[in-house]
């Protein structure tokens, strides 16, 4: 018979784990063999700056403030140098004489835009074209830039033409000026009073007070002014490097009109406004009638402008100066009522007793009154001669005791 297996029974045994310590779970964590963990070095940074902040809150807080500080300041440059585009220059094209509509599409291949701020009108000239730029052409400026730019309107502007009579010459023209306008002629009529507008012609029509004329900007009225005879003269100012519209106001202002104007070689339309008066057919400071013309020559050549100045000052100069020499050279003539006054004072007392005596007492004989005059004409003529040597400077008179006239 076979034996039946007996079961053994084992008593089971009961594990208890204890609660481990932060010690013991590192190092249990920790690879066998390596001990304990090193801290990393964010974590020593991160514990020293906590140390001294606690160790110096004061200080801490100086220091992170400070930081603050320079890190607005630093990241507000960096985003300027990026949005102003520092160091980034462009030259700008010349759009003189070009059509508005094509120097558009050139400016922006250049990343810059044309903005119009003005226009006028010149004849001869089709409308839209570019007359002025702000920047000029050739200034280096940064990418972005806005070009303003004085086209050539398609018409011409006109303005209301003010009614100017019964005012002095001098407010007349401020006041056409002031509306764009300028003086086409200047006619002088009698009257009493001087510079003072009698009447204002527009194309041919006398203005009233009511009328209300337009006309294009730029344009010239006739006055009538009048003029005194007594007062029919009137002194050329200088022009010599002024603009035409600056030498164009002041012969107005001095009654005087503008003639012929003539430009140099190589001075259209667009260049008019930068030329100068170099030359006036009549020389400034010299005394004319009122209402005559005078002629101007202008340049683009300041060279040649400054020579002409020059010249007309010289041209000026030189009168005063000889006038200058001819009065020293002229010698009072009061030479013989002095030396008749030192002959009084050195004449004996004796005649000057004789002469307080009575007329009775000294009675003097017929040719010896007769003789008198002509030994005074004598004598008159003999000063009269010395001091014309002495003006011309022809002989050299030297005087003595005995040749004093008495």
């Not at 009048?226 to 600056?246: A, F, Q, W, Y």
Request: aromatic share 6%; charged share 25%.
């Amino acid at each position: 018979m076979e034996n039946p297996q007996r079961e053994i029974k084992r008593p089971q045994r009961r594990v208890v784990r204890r609660p481990q310590t932060a010690s013991a779970a590192q190092s249990s964590r920790s690879p066998k063999g390596s001990g304990q963990a090193k801290p990393t070095f964010w974590s020593k940074v991160v514990g020293g700056i906590g140390k001294f902040r606690r160790s110096w809150p004061i200080l801490f807080n100086l220091l992170v403030i400070s930081a603050i500080f320079f890190g607005v300041v630093y990241l507000s440059e960096f985003a300027m140098n990026i949005f102003t585009r520092h160091g980034q220059r462009i030259e700008v094209p010349n759009f003189l004489g070009e059509n508005v509509r094509d120097a558009e599409p050139m400016a922006k291949t250049k990343d810059m835009e044309i903005i119009i701020s003005d226009s006028l009108y010149i004849p001869g000239y089709e409308g839209g074209i570019i007359v002025d730029q702000l920047p000029r052409g050739g200034a280096m400026v940064k990418s972005g830039r806005k070009i303003y730019v004085t086209i050539n309107s398609f018409t011409q502007k006109k303005v209301r033409v003010p009614y100017v009579a019964g005012r002095s010459l001098r407010q007349a023209k401020n006041m056409l000026e002031i509306a764009g306008l300028g003086i086409d002629k200047l006619i002088y009529e009698p009257d009493l009073a001087t510079n003072y507008v009698l009447a204002e012609v527009v194309r041919g029509v006398t203005m009233k007070s009511n009328s209300e004329i337009d006309i294009e900007v730029g344009s010239g009225v006739v006055l009538k002014v009048g003029v005194n005879p007594e007062e029919n003269e009137t002194i050329v100012p200088k022009v010599i490097g002024c603009s035409l519209r600056e030498a164009c106001s002041r012969l107005w202002e001095q009654g005087l009109n503008v003639g012929k104007v003539s430009f140099d070689e190589g001075i259209n339309k667009l260049s008019e406004k930068d030329a100068r008066v170099y030359m006036q057919s009549i020389n400034n400071n010299v005394h004319t009638t009122l209402g005559r013309s005078v002629d101007l020559s202008l340049t683009l050549d300041m060279e040649k402008v400054g020579e002409k100045n020059l010249v007309a000052d010289r041209a000026v100069a030189q009168p005063m100066k000889d006038v200058s020499q001819n009065l020293d050279a002229i010698e009072p003539t009061a030479e013989p009522a002095q030396e008749a006054e030192e002959a009084a004072q050195a004449e004996p007392a004796e005649n000057v007793e004789a002469a307080a005596e009575p007329a009775t007492e000294a009675v003097m004989p017929a040719e010896s009154v007769e003789s008198e005059p002509a030994q005074e004409q004598s004598l008159t003529t003999d000063n009269a001669l010395v001091n014309a040597l002495r003006e011309n400077n022809q002989a050299e008179v030297v005087e003595s005791e005995e040749d004093e006239f008495f």
